[in-house]
């Protein structure tokens, strides 16, 4: 189906664009009343996503309440480990567990991994279907997955830890299991997100999250080859625009800039002038801090402009990582709003 609305796409493509297109990391969540609503009527967050129609539902309601530029599918990172045989369980309040953890050579060779684990994920596929039906066109679908070594990171630790030092001291002291384990996880990754390109998603993003604590040695050997073959085997079989987006990872981003990626992923530690003497001609993406959303309705406009002109082309609009579940949707409003009433002076 024809897109109505394809400015992300454009963008990511690196065609001139009239304005940069606006969306935000965890758009769909707990800012949204109508999301609260509906999550408080189920056993909790995995019935949601395992539930192709409710996953669609809420997927859309960003897309009705602020009309941003891009719907991203409601889902998470961690539903890759459990294809794989690590099941998770998300608590309230706490955040994800998994109940067993990779600590042998013998847990490793254990999981599935290639078409064996992606297909364990048809109840993603289908919501992506299911989104694709309700949105009708109306802006581009994002699929996503976690990037290697994040996904290692929950695997090891088997919780969100501050410092990772569990899946660090994997990293550190059994090298060559790590390179396994990365393995596998990349395959299943790969064959995963180009089913999530067969059932309509128009762009990928990965998410890096604990990039940033990782040395960039470390970071230049048990991340960036991975992307390097996920990337590649996605622009080798389909035309659909990959974001990475490597949180804290400045220190890589001309590594992350070898990769066939199309867009780069900002935090808000990142200067935009630094970013763009990093990666060439590469889409950018983010940036603002989120709790700059915190700031009165005229400060958001004000610093929202200023980012876009900072940028100065070549960039999709985001904040620097996800919202926080206490922001206000007005001033959501205020922040999407203030990126659509923006022109690009043509030079
Ligand atoms: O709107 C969107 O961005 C799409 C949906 C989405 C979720 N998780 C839903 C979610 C996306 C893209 C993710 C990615 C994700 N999940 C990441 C990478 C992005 C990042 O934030 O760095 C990570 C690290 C995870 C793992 C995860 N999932 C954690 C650590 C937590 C608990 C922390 C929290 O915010 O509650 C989750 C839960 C989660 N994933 C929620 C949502 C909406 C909250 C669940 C709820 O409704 O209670």
Known sequence: MKLQNDLLIRTARGERVERPPVWLMRQAGRVLPQYRALRAKLSGFKELVETPQLAAEVTVQPIDEWEVDAAIIFSDILVIPEAMGLTYEMVEKRGPIFPQTIRSRADIEG?????????????????????????????????????????????????????????????????????????KITRATTGYLLNKIRHGADLIQLFDSWAGILSPAQYGEFAVPYLHRITAAIATATNTPVTLFAKNAWFALDQLAATDCNVIGLDWNTEPDFARSRVGDKVLQGNLDPCQLYADHEQIVRATGKMIEAFNGRHIVNLGHGLYPDMEVEKVRTFVNTVKNFRYTQK
């Open 111 to 183: 999981l599935l991994t290639d078409d064996d684990a992606a297909a364990q994920l048809q109840y993603v596929y289908d919501a992506l279907d299911a989104t694709k039906k309700v949105l009708d066109g109306r802006v581009p679908l994002i699929g996503f997955a976690g990037a290697p070594w994040t996904i290692l990171a929950y695997m090891v630790e088997g919780s969100g830890s501050k410092t990772f030092s569990r899946a660090k001291h994997f990293l550190y002291s059994e090298p060559e299991l790590a390179h396994l384990l990365l393995d």
